[in-house]
DNA sequence: CGAACTGCGGAAAATGTTTTCCCGACCTCG
DNA sequence: CGAGGTCGGGAAAACATTTTCCGCAGTTCG
């Protein structure tokens, strides 16, 4: 049947109460409804095919059952990693996510929090990696405050620095630890693929990997760090780059897994073995590329374990003047891509 | 500021106007609003910071920007590049996509669809694949007959037999192909990673497999079809259960990419070479694991374009009584995983 | 036995828009 | 100069709920 557009005030009719009963028996209430009435209630809802225009409900309640979700790239698996989680803690509260990508400009996410905040979305997880210019992050701060100004809450994934609670994973840490157990291999001469230059995410990672260097004394030859899109093609890209250059590297860090894994593919493509040619090591260890051959040395990132977490947070109602913060440790996984140099 | 809320009635006030000339402004309109008025109503609006009560509107036009996805794991990459295609199109239409998760349960898939009618969501893209019960698939052609009473529209990608338009890939067919590429290389002895029983995905690519192989008078053991989970781990659980039970199979094809991963894993664990030992082929084409060493023979599905594609049909309202249905074919991809039989 | 309280039901206001009427002003054409 | 038409503006109804307030009955307590 479902010939359309049955509504509680027909429901009410139906069973012969009012609207308030009707309303009060079917969606929840902090009063009750005597059992007789109770039952003819829901007997009608039942036989009409009721259904509740969630519109309505957020218009009425102030509130909805609303959770954004920010991310960069659906198809980027560190971000459906994410989005799994995320999904995961919105829908066994019992809420809906909606999911907006911003092809990693700065902008869309701009609008697309003024979407969420239209929607009165009752939490966001941004989990864009942020660009480090001045003027988008305060933009974007300005967004925040106004989404928290309503009683929407938001939480960030891997960037500190908003005004809001934030999961951080050590990418400096992480990548320091990489870098300490790739020098233990013996090596000395380094490529980096370093990723976009306005990425933090990208940033922290090289920070960190260039400290360890620093603290072993080893200095980092200006023309082995390149820098290319944040992609498996901008791996390959910028892999092809660094050989057709003639690089003296003996160990190559990715910044990311997909960068690494375009680094592979270039590597075998231009004749060298990995590893006895060339190390090479990723960050955030992707679940779908731990069956690559050879297995990717990476730090481990629990993904999906942040989305939850930063979903939580989100959706957490407790008071806290401060933004909170969730560190989250990455652990360094040592599989097959690394060995010791040659020369070593 | 942002203290709030700021109600379209505000900012009519503060302009000096009445609430429908400031709707007619800030909000399309078939009509026109002179140019002054037009002119304090949008700096009025813009000094106060007015941003458009998404519901209010939603339920004054009885109808919302909302594009339901249903998908059954959002990280598998199969579902994240059909949903990257969904948000392509849904986003250049200005619209938003609410994003729902099954964890491959129908009765959640119910649950989901009764969530976005709920939400008035103007177009649904269902991307799970069907069960083969009837059960099920009756509830389900219910729910979407009622989405349907309301303007809501819909589309599946890869189930036909419901009655909405659907992308359907050449699951059949495309397993035949390969089947007889690999004939063609030399096999005769086939174990086949079935996946779920119930799976009609999973049937068909099996159907066409097995109906090939039928063709060229070759029989199939059936102690050489192992059933398991769609997942990586499913395949390598069901090829670990194959080379216990010391299959004499010289080439394995799992139904799709992510189990075939699985297999390799497994083949490798067990010290067979892949494809020396056993030759390995999936289906999907799935772009992150294009670099698996070795190179995976697949069938290639256009999957972000078929997301896009969907979510077109879903959007677009044309009259059209018959449920409209989209070939998509899928093409043999011959890589490395695949080889003639070592005793051929 | 009356006053205060409690439990349950309904009327109606409120939520923030869109849209349908209606009305007045101006314009055009016969 | 008046009839008919268009154009731009506003009042108010509609959209489907929730929630506040009011009142009635029955209960309890002093």
């Given at each position: 049947m479902g010939s359309g557009y049955v509504t509680l005030e027909q429901v009410a009719r139906h069973a012969g109460v009012s609207l308030a009963t009707a309303s009060r028996v079917l969606n929840g209430s902090t009063r009750h409804v005597g059992r007789s009435l109770h039952e003819r209630v829901?007997?009608?809802?039942?036989?009409?095919?009721?259904?509740?225009?969630?519109?309505?409900?957020?218009?009425?309640?102030?509130?909805?059952?609303?959770?954004?979700?920010?991310?960069?790239?659906?198809?980027?698996?560190?971000?459906?990693?994410?989005?799994?989680?995320?999904?995961?803690?919105?829908?066994?509260?019992?809420?809906?996510?909606?999911?907006?990508?911003?092809?990693?400009?700065?902008?869309?996410?701009?609008?697309?929090?003024?979407?969420?905040?239209?929607?009165?979305?009752?939490?966001?997880v941004l989990a864009g990696s942020r660009t480090i210019e001045e003027e988008t992050t305060r933009r974007l701060a300005d967004e925040i405050t106004a989404l928290g100004a309503r009683g929407g809450r938001i939480a960030c994934v891997s960037q500190e620095g908003l005004p809001a609670d934030t999961v951080v994973p050590s990418n400096r840490d992480g990548a320091a630890e990489l870098a300490r157990h790739l020098i233990g291999l013996g090596h000395r001469r380094f490529a980096l693929l370093a990723g976009p230059n306005n990425l933090r995410t990208a940033r922290d990672r090289l920070d960190g990997f260039h400290s360890a260097l620093s603290a072993a004394g080893i200095e980092l030859d200006p023309r082995n760090v390149?820098?290319?899109?944040?992609?498996?093609?901008?791996?390959?890209?910028?892999?092809?780059?660094?050989?057709?250059?003639?690089?003296?590297?003996?160990?190559?860090?990715?910044?990311?897994?997909?960068?690494?894994?375009?680094?592979?593919?270039?590597?075998?493509?231009?004749?060298?073995?990995?590893?006895?040619?060339?190390?090479?090591?990723?960050?955030?260890?992707?679940?779908?590329?731990?069956?690559?051959?050879?297995?990717?040395?990476?730090v481990r990132l629990p993904l999906e374990w942040m989305g939850e977490e930063a979903a939580r947070l989100a959706l957490d109602d407790d008071e806290h003047t401060e933004p909170r913060t969730v560190p989250v440790s990455g652990e360094v996984v040592v599989r097959a891509s690394t060995a010791p140099p040659a020369d070593a």
């Open positions: 829901t007997a009608s809802a039942h036989e009409l095919g009721y259904l509740a225009n969630a519109s309505a409900q957020t218009l009425a309640r102030n509130t909805s059952s609303l959770v954004g979700l920010i991310v960069h790239d659906i198809a980027d698996p560190y971000f459906s990693s994410i989005a799994s989680g995320v999904t995961r803690t919105a829908e066994d509260e019992g809420l809906v996510v909606v999911l907006g990508t911003t092809g990693r400009t700065p902008q869309r996410e701009l609008e697309l929090l003024a979407t969420l905040r239209s929607h009165r979305a009752r939490a966001v390149v820098h290319g899109a944040f992609t498996r093609d901008g791996g390959y890209e910028s892999t092809r780059r660094l050989l057709s250059a003639e690089t003296d590297a003996t160990c190559l860090f990715a910044v990311n897994d997909v960068m690494a894994t375009g680094a592979v593919a270039a590597l075998r493509d231009g004749g060298l073995q990995v590893p006895r040619d060339m190390s090479v090591a990723g960050f955030d260890d992707i679940p779908t590329l731990r069956d690559l051959t050879p297995g990717l040395t990476t």
